[in-house]
């Protein structure tokens, strides 16, 4: 086996590693919540939530991300020691590159300590040594990241609902062998009750190509369908701030009829956005990466204010509607 394999994958050591250090994603959920609302200097009632529910949903993603980074940074420091400590010299053949790799740092040691090696030899046989492991133990660190981060979207959304007290219920199946659900509000029963009543919201942290996975993903039509996203405000990555089209939108609302949500700033720069468009049509310019016509643009501005929301218009506008008709 290469060292990339023993590290990697569900028998590799930096699981183990993970486990020891880094909590699930509703712990970690947990961990930022407690943190938010130690510094936040308010009182998160249901009130206070709605009306702010954006920026207290960017708050909460953004400590969970500095959470993340510590126990990342914490786990990169500790793979070897813990390897050295728990792993090495069990006689653990899955693992042979590594305690090979383990014998010549040790080697290295004894030959300093006998004065046969100079500062120069110390460090580059160090850096030969540990730099392969370090390589793969950032890169599979930095996929593991991408992997959890879809899942922070929705342990908050979920935390900022049950504090405004929204009935719900997440990752619901409606057919056997069928998608499931991110959320269903109120309950997936419902969906027979009365399903233009029902709320199914998907979360998506960034909307490259996989939102369309999310815009076909309902099960049922007639429910009214949403797509929750924290792109565009630069908080996953500096590039999602250009995550959004004229085309994209337009294949989110318009070809799919899915209610867009995302931060205020976001709603702000996509009006502006839309808005430039159809004036640079008026003057006969050509909009750069935008097939829609002008019709369809004007129409997505006149749709705007309905289907491009954001999270607190989903709480105080669109789901207390609902909570209405349930209660």
Not at 47 to 57: H, I, P, R
Not at 295 to 304: A, P, Y
Request: proline share 2%; with cysteine.
């Amino acid at each position: 086996m290469s060292i990339k394999d023993e590290i990697q994958g569900p028998s590799g050591y930096l699981k183990k590693v993970r486990d020891e250090y880094m909590p699930d994603t509703k712990k970690m959920a947990e961990l930022a919540y407690d943190y938010y609302t130690k510094t936040c200097g308010v009182e998160l009632t249901s009130s206070y939530v709605m009306d702010n529910a954006d920026g207290v949903l960017k708050s909460l993603f953004l400590a969970e991300t500095n959470i993340f980074q510590n126990k990342n940074n914490e786990i990169m420091s500790r793979v070897l020691p813990y390897y050295y400590a728990f792993i090495y010299g069990k006689k653990d053949e899955k693992y042979s590159e590594t305690s090979e790799k383990i014998d010549a740092l040790i080697d290295i040691f004894k030959k300093c300590k006998e004065e046969k090696y100079s500062f120069d030899m110390f460090i580059d046989g160090v850096s030969q040594i540990t730099t392969p492991i370090i390589d793969t133990i950032s890169f599979s660190q930095k996929q593991s990241a991408k992997c959890r981060v879809g899942e922070t979207l929705q342990n908050h959304l979920a935390s900022i609902f049950d504090i405004c007290e929204v009935p719900y219920e997440t990752q619901q199946q409606k057919d056997e062998g069928g998608t499931f659900m991110d959320f269903v509000i109120p309950s997936l029963s419902a969906i027979e009750e009365m399903p233009d009543q029902v709320i199914n919201i998907e979360c998506q942290t960034t909307l490259k190509d996989r939102f369309r996975l999310t815009t076909g993903k309902s099960t049922d039509a007639k429910i009214k369908r949403y797509l929750a996203t924290v792109t565009g405000a630069g908080i996953v990555t500096k590039r999602d701030l250009n995550d959004f089209s004229v085309d994209k939108v337009k294949e989110i609302i318009m070809d799919n009829n899915v209610t867009l949500v995302v931060f205020k700033e976001v709603k702000a720069r996509i009006l502006i956005m839309l808005n430039d468009a159809r004036e640079k049509m008026l003057q006969g310019k050509r909009v750069q990466n935008a097939a829609a016509s002008f019709e369809d643009i004007e129409r997505l501005i006149k749709l705007s204010d309905k289907k491009i929301i954001t999270y607190s218009e989903l709480i105080k506008r669109d789901i207390n509607s609902a909570k209405v008709y349930w209660n």
